[in-house]
């Protein structure tokens, strides 16, 4: 499978932006999906993640209640939508895709090419 991440970009402090992931070459259902970040001289690190059978979602503490991931499986499809954005969550964004059971950065398969947002105080 192929991933393409869009939809960075700069946006001020409290605004939003919705990511997306898109898959080619395979059925997005067939893999668990996730969206890691990084930013400038940190590692990177794993922002949410949803299931490809029970629809389970994972969101780390930082972006809970502000981060919602989806999937649009007509568009195969997965987007991240960001509310009440900070200036810390301004990284380079990726989409990675496992078809196993660790969501951890090393139990992805396929990545994305990264898209930035930059977030403004």
């Known amino acids: 499978v192929q991933l393409q991440a869009s939809g960075g970009g700069l946006v001020q402090s409290g605004g939003s932006l919705r990511l997306s992931c898109v898959a080619s070459?395979?059925?997005?259902?067939?893999?668990?999906i996730a969206w890691f970040r990084e930013a400038p001289g940190k590692k990177r690190e794993g922002v949410s993640c949803?299931?490809?059978?029970?629809?389970?979602?994972y969101y780390a503490d930082s972006v809970k209640d502000r981060f919602t991931i989806s999937r649009d499986n007509t568009k195969n499809t997965v987007h991240l939508q960001m509310s009440n954005l900070k200036p810390e969550d301004t990284a380079v964004y990726y989409c990675a895709a496992t078809y196993g059971s660790s969501w951890s950065l090393d139990g992805m398969n396929y990545w994305g090419k990264g898209t930035l947002v930059t977030v403004s105080s």
């Open positions: 949803v299931s490809r059978r029970s629809g389970r979602t």
């Open positions: 070459g395979s059925t997005v259902n067939n893999y668990d």
